[in-house]
């Protein structure tokens, strides 16, 4: 465990431990790009949502279908799609491009 805190990638506001968290947003696609340019551990679970994502926040993001535990302090900028995908549905960047989607700034306080 890091006495400092950490920054994640999520593609979905989930919470990632018990905790207390504050769910922020909608950020400004500039304020998401500050976010990711300052570095951030990308726990992306779908290669074609990172490399959207890549092209979308101006940084590298790689495809790493991992679980993230928050610990207090650290933060998250998820990306969050407006509608629900259909059952089974595995869409490519350029149709992840056409979702309507937001992002919002995770943080576990406590």
């Known amino acids: 465990m890091t006495d400092k805190p950490l920054r994640y990638l999520l593609n979905a506001p989930v919470l990632t431990s018990y905790g207390d968290f504050r769910f922020e947003g909608p950020l400004t696609l500039d304020d998401a790009r500050a976010f990711a340019a300052r570095g951030a551990y990308s726990a992306i679970g779908h290669a074609a949502t990172a490399q959207w994502l890549s ?15 928050m610990a207090p302090g650290d933060q998250a900028l998820v990306l969050r799609f ?15 491009a056409t979702l309507p989607h937001e992002f919002g700034l995770l943080t576990r306080l406590d």
């Not at 940084?59 to 993230?68: G, I, S, T």
């Not at 407006?82 to 992840?96: I, M, N, T, V, Y």
């Open 55 to 69: 092209q979308v926040l101006g940084v590298a993001v790689h495809c790493r279908r991992e679980a993230v535990r």
């Open 82 to 96: 407006l509608s629900r995908l259909p059952e089974g549905a595995l869409l490519d960047a350029a149709a992840l």
